[in-house]
């Protein structure tokens, strides 16, 4: 991606028990992901997510390892995703990531690119102190800003906001708003 980072990025669940810093922009373009597994696991009709390599991303208070000696905190959980055909977790390792204290779904691990997807809801916000026009919006928002719709023809709603409509991944077919 052509997008640098001017200071590092945070993200953090609720109780902050999961929290990590980030020290380079998304590895591939931010998304909403409209599958029915993103459905399911966020409990919404789409997920957002920022995919982050495993090498950009450091954990506050990582004390054991998981994903072959990755660094990570004692309320790292990690969730293997379900097959319904096959009623067992998916053969490619992909799961998501909960904090142990709050039971929030952070991230998604994602084997394929050895990376974690980040929910872009979690990143760090601005404060009351950054002011009234910034209060509640996403610090680094230029970087992690979803730039198009994936698993589209799985949506639960239409979006009409200009962002690209991909029936499945990037690079196959593209629909129409």
């Not at 591939?28 to 789409?46: D, E, I, K, N």
């Amino acid at each position: 991606m052509s997008k640098t980072l001017s200071e590092p990025l945070r993200a953090y669940c609720l109780c902050k028990g999961l929290s990590l810093t980030l020290t380079a922009p998304p590895i591939h373009p931010s998304f909403m992901c409209h599958c029915t597994l993103c459905q399911r696991r966020v409990g919404a009709a789409f997920s957002s997510l920022s995919l982050f390599a495993l090498k950009d991303i450091k954990w506050e208070n990582a004390t054991q390892t998981a994903h072959d000696n990755f660094p990570v905190p004692e309320t790292y959980k990690f969730i293997p995703e379900y097959d319904l055909s096959t009623d067992g977790p998916v053969s490619s390792g992909l799961g998501q990531i909960e904090c142990t204290r709050c039971g929030m779904g952070f991230a998604a691990w994602v084997p394929k690119y050895n990376a974690i997807g980040v929910l872009t809801s979690s990143f760090e916000r601005f404060d009351k102190s950054d002011g009234e026009e910034k209060e509640g919006k996403i610090k680094g928002w230029d970087v992690v800003k979803p730039t198009a719709h994936i698993y589209y023809k799985f949506r639960m709603m239409d979006m009409k906001d200009g962002l690209k409509k991909y029936e499945e991944q990037p690079g196959g077919a593209e629909m129409q708003e």
